[in-house]
């Protein structure tokens, strides 16, 4: 009673790494060989921009951990702006910001299994071209519960998450990015301007 659950933020850590990995790539490192597809498989590409609720099949894991990847169908479901108020029962939350709501899905087609935190992953950048990593929550949101899943997504599972960003509230999202392991390459769905304004 009276306990209060404490939020982590992991975003200058994040950044920092993003910056390292985009300095030190280099364009001599050997590329592994891709994965095998799925019968009827067509991929995406990298650099692709997206809407709400579209999907994309892409390579994940293939330059991560000396594997060949595997085909990884990714979904940005429901973008939402939530309430201040949601997070009143947790610590460390910064003043002046608003919590988002992203639900997005993951199925691993194959052929092999994946740990999804050889990928960069999910990020939320903002109109100010900042890119906002997961807020990690100790605990749950009401209106955002989240997975806490193993972080390897076996061959044929598919997983739906809702990841919480906190935005200041002098900016405003743009897009939903998922980040490649080499910290480079995105695949973008872009977020209508009319969400979270009442609109």
């Known amino acids: 009673m009276g306990a209060r659950t404490r939020l982590r933020l992991a975003g200058a850590i994040s950044a920092m790494m993003i910056a390292f990995l985009a300095g030190c790539s280099g364009s001599g490192d050997p590329t592994e060989p891709g994965p095998e597809l799925p019968a009827g498989t067509e991929l995406g590409d990298w650099g692709s921009t997206l809407k709400i609720d579209d999907s994309i099949q892409l390579v994940l894991g293939d330059q ?44 691993n087609r194959g052929p092999a299994d994946v740990n999804v935190n050889d990928e960069k992953g999910w990020f939320l950048r903002l109109g100010s071209d900042l890119e906002v990593p997961p807020t990690v929550v100790n605990g749950q949101i009401k209106a955002c519960p989240t ?15 809702c990841l919480l960003f906190l935005v200041p509230n002098a900016d405003q999202p743009a897009s939903v990015d998922y980040l490649r392991n080499n910290g480079i390459e ?7 301007s009319n969400i979270g304004t009442g609109s």
Do not use: C, M, N
């Not at 108020?85 to 997005?104: E, H």
């Open 186 to 192: 995105t695949v973008s769905w872009r977020i209508p």
């Open 64 to 107: 991560a951990g000396g594997t060949s990847g595997s085909v990884v169908r990714l979904q940005v479901v429901e973008v939402r702006k939530g309430d201040p108020a949601d997070l009143d029962t947790f610590t460390g939350v910064p003043a002046q910001s608003t919590p988002w709501y992203v639900s997005v899905a993951e199925h």
């Open 147 to 161: 997975d806490t899943a193993e972080a390897t997504l076996p061959v044929a599972a598919e997983r739906l998450d």
